[in-house]
């Protein structure tokens, strides 16, 4: 008879406290949770692979190979005619290729955030509004002109 009854007893003290944990952890989720309505407005945009030859003393030393995905305002794209991934690859190229760093096989870091910046900069001031809020690198490599292969080419 006793056991049924600290049983029961360690039945309800479990329940209690399980219920309380999790009243506890849901509070603290609700409080750390993201605004919907910052999601709702903003829709990925991926660019293809940007190759951009690496060219030093008239030979080209490499390539470098890059995705981005800008984050834009999707009511302002649906009215556009054009899609900014376009755009935003153009700048990417145009932005890699002007880079001053020449030599990617002895680069120590590559500044990725200034790339962005800029390259949110400049595709908003092409489009003449805010439409990007934010890119996004998806990827971004070098490919020594060593390392390519050459499929059926002999050189």
């Known amino acids: 008879m006793v056991k049924t009854i600290l049983i ?4 309800a003290l479990t329940a209690l406290g399980s219920f ?3 009243s506890l952890w849901r509070a603290g989720a609700d409080a750390r949770a993201i605004p919907k309505e910052l999601f709702s407005t903003l829709e990925q945009v991926k660019t293809d ?6 060219i030093r003393d008239g030979e080209v030393q490499g390539y470098v190979l890059a995705r981005f ?3 834009v ?4 794209l649906k009215k556009m005619s054009i899609k900014p991934d376009v755009i ?6 145009r932005l890699i290729y002007s880079s001053p760093v020449r030599d990617f096989q002895r680069i ?9 910046t800029k390259l949110k900069k400049n595709v908003n001031a ?9 890119v996004l690198v998806d990827s971004i490599n070098y490919v020594a002109r060593s390392e390519i292969r050459y499929r059926g080419l002999k050189q």
């Open 69 to 71: 995905v800008g984050l």
């Open 108 to 116: 120590e870091k590559y500044d990725l955030s200034r790339l962005t």
């Open 88 to 93: 935003l690859t153009d700048e990417a190229f």
């Open 20 to 22: 309380y944990g999790v």
């Open 126 to 134: 092409r489009l003449g509004m805010s439409l990007v809020h934010d």
């Open 49 to 54: 692979v940007v190759s951009v030859p690496m």
């Open 73 to 76: 305002d999707s009511v302002k």
């Open 8 to 11: 029961g007893l360690w039945a």
